[in-house]
């Protein structure tokens, strides 16, 4: 199972939105909508963001939100605020029962 | 809340063996499926594998990479997932992390512990 695709760093001003794209194929991303993405500062353990490709946990902002089209999910930060300075990965469930994660996208705030 | 502790990292010799576990809190720790992950220095996430909840016959499934040589076991009693890793290679050489399966999700982890390998 390969990785799926991230773009590896993506930059804006505060207050600007940013979109992380993530790339798999119709046996995982495009099967399911069980993609996730994590948040993870340097140094520290990812953090949950969205799951389900659209649904927020309690606690993260509403800046954060998920998309998906075809084999392509999305997570969106609205507002970016420094704060949001941390890598970015993304999951998906796969037809063959296991998970995979993208590559990781390192988001940079200007 | 829950918690997750990974412990048993360390300094291991390729081709030998390491039990890592992830001892949890604050929630029922049957009722969920349990995943381990790793992550190598300066690189991204890898899930490894997880095991399912008793009520889905609490079953495993890996990543291609550790397939044959890890083994994921939970002790429902006290709480607490294993990973078993056997046959090491320098490349398994990373932070392993364990984490709650919730909706097709993670959404709690452990802080991680370091497993190095090499001679």
């Known amino acids: 199972q390969s990785a799926l695709t991230q773009p590896p760093s993506v930059s804006g001003s505060p207050g600007q939105s940013v979109t992380i794209s993530c790339t798999g194929t119709?046996?995982?991303?495009?099967?399911?909508?069980?993609v996730s993405w994590y948040q993870q500062p340097p140094g520290t353990a990812p953090k949950l963001m969205i799951y389900?490709?659209?649904n927020r946990p309690s606690g993260v902002p509403d800046r954060f939100s998920g998309s998906k089209s075809g084999n392509t999910a999305s997570l969106t930060i609205s507002g970016l605020q420094a704060e949001d300075e941390a890598d970015y990965y993304c999951s998906s469930y796969t037809s063959s029962s296991t998970y995979v994660f993208g590559s990781g996208t390192k988001v940079t705030v200007l | 809340e829950a918690h997750l502790v990974e412990s048993g990292g360390g300094l291991v010799q390729p081709g030998r063996s390491l039990r890592l576990s992830c001892t949890a809190s604050g929630f029922t720790f049957g009722d969920y499926a349990m995943s381990w992950f790793r992550q190598a220095p300066g690189k991204g996430l890898e899930w490894v594998g997880f095991i399912r909840s008793k009520a889905y016959g609490g079953t495993t499934e890996y990543a291609a990479s550790v397939k044959g040589r890890f083994t994921i076991s939970r002790d429902d009693s006290k709480s607490i997932a294993y990973l078993q890793m056997n046959s090491l290679k320098t490349e398994d050489t990373a932070v392993y992390y364990c984490g709650r399966d919730s909706n097709f999700a993670f959404d709690y982890w452990g802080q991680g512990t370091l497993v190095t390998v090499s001679s």
């Open positions: 119709s046996s995982d991303v495009g099967s399911y909508n069980r």
């Open positions: 389900e490709v659209t």
